[in-house]
């Protein structure tokens, strides 16, 4: 299951950035075009003291311009070299993370009222019923329970050591992955400042060969270069809210954890003091 909805997470990411980038590129295309047809024909007309109404167009299609749309058109501008491998930061650790969400969100369980129905059943139908709503149970705490209740017949203390080695294995899983979270986080600002780096080189590259420092001749390299970490430095601080928030997620359920593992075994102590 959580193997299918990363799946399902990354496919969908990356069709929606690739989709994104085609419709950026061809408006991009179509606003060239555009533009050119409109220098051709006012190259061969008289001039006319009258508004342009492709310049009116455009004044007002930039004045209306959302951010989506925006930040569409400055990634094409950062150049596919460095912003492709940014994006694809962003959706592998999307991906990671919203898959770490739902898994912690399914391993999350009432534990009061798990502990209750465990007592219950320790009252009506003793260690098998209580393994039976374990069994039954969603979550990393019910599987605790119920490693610990399978070996109460050796005894209280070998159940405490029970728990406390499987409590070990459950918080291991409830961690697994983000690790790779917190790689594409500092992977991604990594990302940009290598393309910052490359645009003051394209654009040293050009004041060399051009032998005159001009602000319109690298100010294309530079561009291109604060453009790069702008999206790196975003891309880090999204999977940073989500890291930080699976890290909140992971404490809670710990917590949990130990605390009604303390609380099952007064549960089996007591149980084994009525037999």
């Given at each position: 299951?959580?193997?299918?909805?990363?799946?399902?997470?990354?496919?969908?990411?990356?069709?929606?950035?690739?989709?994104?980038?085609?419709?950026?590129?061809?408006?991009?295309?179509?606003?060239?075009?555009?533009?050119?047809?409109?220098?051709?024909?006012?190259?061969?007309?008289?001039?006319?003291?009258?508004?342009?109404?492709?310049?009116?167009?455009?004044?007002?299609?930039?004045?209306?311009?959302?951010?989506?749309?925006?930040?569409?058109?400055?990634?094409?501008?950062?150049?596919?070299?460095?912003?492709?491998?940014?994006?694809?930061?962003?959706?592998?650790?999307?991906?990671l993370a919203i898959e770490r969400i739902i898994?912690?969100?399914?391993?999350?369980?009432?534990?009061?009222?798990?502990?209750?129905?465990?007592?219950?059943?320790?009252?009506?139908?003793?260690?098998?019923?209580?393994?039976?709503?374990?069994?039954?149970?969603?979550?990393?705490?019910?599987?605790?329970?119920?490693?610990?209740?399978?070996?109460?017949?050796?005894?209280?203390?070998?159940?405490?050591?029970?728990?406390?080695?499987?409590?070990?294995?459950?918080?291991?899983?409830?961690?697994?992955?983000?690790?790779?979270?917190?790689?594409?986080?500092?992977?991604?600002?990594?990302?940009?400042?290598?393309?910052?780096?490359?645009?003051?080189?394209?654009?040293?590259?050009?004041?060399?060969?051009?032998?005159?420092?001009?602000?319109?001749?690298?100010?294309?390299?530079?561009?291109?270069?604060?453009?790069?970490?702008?999206?790196?430095?975003?891309?880090?601080?999204?999977?940073?809210?989500?890291?930080?928030?699976?890290?909140?997620?992971?404490?809670?359920?710990?917590?949990?954890?130990?605390?009604?593992?303390?609380?099952?075994?007064?549960?089996?102590?007591?149980?084994?003091?009525?037999?």
């Amino acid at each position: 299951m959580k193997k299918l909805f990363a799946l399902i997470a990354v496919l969908a990411m990356f069709v929606l950035g690739t989709s994104n980038v085609v419709v950026a590129q061809d408006e991009a295309a179509v606003a060239t075009e555009q533009v050119a047809a409109a220098d051709s024909t006012a190259e061969e007309a008289p001039a006319v003291e009258v508004a342009d109404p492709i310049e009116e167009a455009a004044a007002a299609a930039e004045e209306g311009q959302s951010l989506h749309s925006a930040l569409k058109q400055k990634f094409i501008q950062g150049g596919p070299s460095f912003m492709s491998f940014v994006l694809i930061t962003l959706i592998l650790g999307l991906a990671l993370a919203i898959e770490r969400i739902i898994y912690l969100n399914l391993a999350t369980t009432n534990t009061k009222k798990l502990l209750q129905k465990i007592e219950d059943a320790l009252k009506s139908g003793g260690i098998n019923a209580a393994k039976e709503v374990c069994r039954n149970t969603r979550g990393p705490v019910a599987s605790i329970f119920y490693q610990g209740l399978d070996r109460y017949d050796e005894g209280v203390d070998v159940v405490e050591k029970s728990v406390i080695a499987y409590g070990g294995v459950q918080a291991g899983l409830l961690e697994k992955g983000l690790s790779w979270i917190g790689l594409f986080i500092a992977l991604a600002p990594m990302l940009g400042f290598l393309g910052t780096v490359i645009g003051m080189i394209v654009a040293f590259d050009a004041i060399e060969v051009a032998g005159d420092i001009s602000p319109t001749l690298v100010a294309g390299g530079i561009k291109v270069a604060l453009i790069t970490t702008v999206f790196g430095l975003i891309v880090a601080m999204i999977l940073q809210v989500f890291y930080n928030y699976c890290l909140a997620k992971i404490d809670s359920i710990v917590n949990n954890m130990e605390d009604a593992s303390i609380s099952l075994l007064d549960l089996v102590v007591k149980h084994n003091a009525k037999k």
